[in-house]
């Protein structure tokens, strides 16, 4: 399976923005699409991820309220919808699949998302 993120982009603080996730290639149902993000001198945080059978998601009490993931299987690809940012959203933004307990098989290339005050 191989995985890209697109819609980065530069912004301002409580604007809002959506990162898509294409996925090509065999996915298995139990598995699960997760975003990842780093930030300037930060560890790699989880976003959230959304299970690519049943579609249920999940996200991060960090960004719980104002960050969602939904997921296409139509057309193999999981949005990051990101509401009000702020300043700290400030990372690069990566998708990446696999078992939902980890580690995740496949990462795509990330995004660059930049929210100024």
């Known amino acids: 399976v191989q995985l890209q993120a697109s819609g980065g982009g530069l912004v301002q603080a409580g604007d809002s923005l959506r990162l898509s996730c294409a996925v090509a290639?065999?996915?298995?149902?139990?598995?699960?699409v997760g975003w990842f993000r780093r930030g300037p001198g930060k560890e790699r945080e989880f976003v959230g991820r959304?299970?690519?059978?049943?579609?249920?998601?999940y996200v991060a009490d960090s960004v719980k309220g104002r960050f969602s993931i939904s997921r296409d299987k139509g057309k193999k690809t999981v949005h990051l919808q990101m509401d009000s940012l702020k300043p700290e959203d400030t990372a690069v933004y990566y998708c990446?699949?696999?078992?939902?307990?980890?580690?995740?098989?496949?990462w795509g290339q990330g995004a660059l998302v930049t929210v100024s005050s």
């Open positions: 959304v299970m690519w059978g049943a579609g249920n998601a």
């Open positions: 990446a699949a696999g078992a939902s307990s980890g580690p995740y098989a496949a």
């Open positions: 290639g065999r996915i298995l149902s139990s598995w699960a």
